[in-house]
């Protein structure tokens, strides 16, 4: 008598406790329900039953209104991120320009220190030595040593 009166009880326990984490779990899952992958867990689950959804209409709502504004911030991410990304390649188009115009202007300059760099090399080479001979008739001799005192 005892093993058959505990089996409907244990069933009992066994079910009321199963149905006690069903709504121990449910009641963590409308804690939770600001998290946008539990709001539409829940969604889902009370569009299933519709019972359910009658039951905990303000759930459903605030897991709608949960969804909605993950879904905003979503948007309003992916515009700053289109702002940020069009604001970049101007940047970089206005950098890429500045450094070319930068290099033209050093090779530009470069250029010019060159040729006026050969203009003096070329104005030192014309000019006359002063002491060359003008002449065909002029003769140079060599510099005579001074004097030491040894010689006789």
């Known amino acids: 008598m005892s093993s058959?009166?505990?089996k409907p009880q244990q069933a009992a326990s066994a079910f009321?406790?199963?149905?006690q984490w069903d709504a121990k779990h449910l009641a963590d899952m409308v804690s939770r329900v600001q998290d946008p992958l539990?709001?539409?867990?829940?969604?889902?689950?009370?569009?299933?039953?519709?019972?359910?959804?009658?039951?905990?209409?303000g759930v459903y709502t605030k897991a709608?209104?949960?969804?909605?504004r993950a879904e905003q911030i979503r948007e309003r991410a992916y515009e700053a991120g289109q702002k940020y990304a069009d604001r970049r390649r101007k940047v970089a188009k206005c950098v890429t320009w500045s450094v070319r115009l930068l290099r033209d202007?050093?090779?530009?300059?470069?250029?010019?220190?060159?040729?006026a760099?050969?203009?003096?090399t070329v104005k030192q080479a014309n000019k006359t030595a002063p002491f060359k001979p003008q002449g065909d008739n002029v003769i140079c001799l060599p510099m005579a040593q001074r004097p030491t005192g040894t010689d006789r």
């Open 105 to 115: 202007f050093y090779r530009l300059v470069r250029q010019e220190i060159l040729k």
């Open 16 to 19: 009321v406790s199963a149905s």
């Open 38 to 57: 539990v709001a539409d867990i829940l969604i889902g689950l009370l569009e299933e039953h519709p019972d359910l959804k009658m039951q905990y209409l």
């Open 4 to 6: 058959s009166t505990r």
């Open 117 to 120: 760099r050969a203009e003096s």
């Open 64 to 68: 709608w209104e949960t969804l909605r």
